[in-house]
T-cell receptor, first 115, second 115 residues
Framework: AQKITQTQPGMFVQEKEAVTLDCTYD???????LFWYKQPSSGEMIFLIY??????QNATEGRYSLNFQKARKSANLVISASQLGDSAMYFC????????????FGSGTRLSIRP | NAGVTQTPKFRVLKTGQSMTLLCAQD?????MYWYRQDPGMGLRLIHY???????AKGEVPDGYNVSRLKKQNFLLGLESAAPSQTSVYFC??????FGPGTEAFFGQGTRLTVV
């Protein structure tokens, strides 16, 4: 069975510092995609970044990067130079290739940025 | 672009009442999903559809039914609402392919309270 684990229910970070949000996953599928979403207090789900299991390089999108360690089955999100607007819930998600119809989510991490 | 639209955005039901949540997408996506979001539990998949006329059970299907008579619409029904179904419901869609650019697009959510 596939599973996503986010062990940090909440985090506080000082503005302008970098922050790492942890995500580990479990799947027997050799091919899969990993995603991170942001959910601000307004409630919408915002896609941040994608990593494919066979990608050789870690994905980056502006201030977001994904620290992908395949052997450890971890896909941590790194936000550089955090901003007040980064305060939100962050969800890690996975879609195994064999059942690309299923996207499963972790329980989320609430990130709060202190001015 | 409208993307994914959910109606209604808010609803209060009495125990035992029925209702239908509508999800509409205008991106010609093959796959559509219904999730529920509860505090500390992330998003849990209720039902999903991999194409017009097809539906399948997700992680928490009990108490819900779905239909996908048209490719662009995915309906979630509660036949006899229970307080345990108080939650925020999200609809999402994906192209159905696998790889970069196949992230899920989400609706704005429906906040349902069953009293």
């Amino acid at each position: 069975a596939q599973k996503i684990t986010q062990t940090q229910p909440g985090m506080f970070v000082q503005e302008k510092e970098a922050v790492t949000l942890d995500c580990t996953y479990d799947t027997s599928d050799p091919s899969y995609g990993l995603f991170w979403y942001k959910q601000p207090s307004s409630g919408e789900m915002i896609f941040l970044i994608y990593q494919g299991s066979y990608d050789q390089q870690n994905a980056t999108e502006g201030r977001y990067s994904l620290n992908f360690q395949k052997a450890r089955k971890s896909a941590n999100l790194v936000i550089s130079a955090s901003q007040l607007g980064d305060s939100a819930m962050y969800f890690c998600a996975m879609s195994p290739y064999s059942s690309a119809s299923k996207i499963i989510f972790g329980s989320g991490t609430r990130l709060s940025i202190r001015p | 672009n409208a993307g994914v639209t959910q109606t209604p955005k808010f609803r209060v039901l009495k125990t035992g009442q029925s209702m239908t949540l509508l999800c509409a997408q205008d991106m010609n996506h093959e796959y559509m999903y219904w999730y529920r979001q509860d505090p500390g539990m992330g998003l849990r998949l209720i039902h999903y559809s991999v194409g017009e006329g097809t539906t399948a059970k997700g992680e928490v299907p009990d108490g819900y039914n779905v239909s996908r008579l048209k490719k662009q619409n995915f309906l979630l029904g509660l036949e006899s609402a229970a307080p345990s179904q108080t939650s925020v419901y999200f609809c999402a869609s994906t192209p159905g392919d696998f790889g970069p650019g196949t992230e899920a697009f989400f609706g704005q959510g429906t906040r349902l309270t069953v009293v």
